[in-house]
């Protein structure tokens, strides 16, 4: 079934988008079954569940990390993931450079952009991206590689305000794009869950992020 499942969402992805299985809170065995389909990118929330899944599944996976990060966890994470998509404030951006700077790593990353209503929702204004990438390329945060943005729409059957939020953050990230042509790796625009990538890919999106469509509800009772 989930085999089944990631064919028949690839069939809808232009061949330029790349799916992240979200495989937070499924076990080890519905990953492999992932895996065993073909499937490469995995995204994670938790770091200690990353950490444990990292170690113990096959080498060849890449990991996105998508969750709320605490500065305390870098060290559960960085070393595994080719990305952190979730880069939601400046403490955070700093304390990563500083990580990727004292092992000598350059962390790609994805800003993440607060567009929805819900006021839980994490990530930075536009006027605070601006403020970081204005500082990038004057030679700030010199172990990091500013890679686009992420963004999740309000959490809404509205279809109308969903489209409305993903316009926001594509139409910004076109904004950086050409802003700011000394940053060559500013491309991902990660946008669209299970419920709403449909509407994503209209706008651009380079990276879905999807789990329950690909790995079904998630049961928390039966986590890593």
């Not at 937070?24 to 073909?38: D, Q, R």
């Not at 990563?96 to 209503?117: C, Q, S, T």
Request: a negative charge; glycine letters at 6%.
């Amino acid at each position: 079934m989930i085999g089944e499942n990631i064919e028949n969402i690839l069939s809808q992805l232009p061949r330029d988008v790349r799916l992240v299985a979200v495989s937070k809170f499924h076990p080890f065995e519905s990953v492999l079954e992932a895996y065993s389909a073909g499937q490469r990118l995995f995204g994670e929330s938790r770091p200690q569940e990353l950490c444990a899944k990292a170690v113990q599944l096959p080498q060849d996976i890449e990991w996105h990390f998508i969750g709320h990060l605490q500065t305390n966890k870098l060290k559960s994470v960085l070393p595994y993931v080719s990305m952190v998509e979730s880069v939601d404030s400046e403490h955070l951006l700093s304390a990563i450079d500083d990580w990727g700077n004292a092992n000598g790593r350059v962390v790609p990353v994805l800003l993440e952009m607060h567009v929805a209503l819900e006021e839980t929702k994490q990530g930075f204004m536009e006027e605070e991206i601006l403020d970081i990438l204005f500082r990038a390329v004057a030679g700030s945060f010199s172990h990091i590689r500013f890679c686009g943005l992420m963004g999740m729409a309000t959490n809404t059957d509205d279809e109308e305000t969903i489209d409305a939020d993903f316009a926001r953050i594509a139409d910004f990230k076109d904004y950086l794009t050409d802003l700011f042509p000394e940053l060559e790796d500013f491309r991902e625009l990660s946008i669209g869950m299970s419920g709403d990538y449909k509407i994503a890919l209209r706008h651009g999106s380079t990276i879905v992020r999807i789990g329950t469509s690909i790995f079904g509800e998630r049961d928390y009772s039966k986590t890593e």
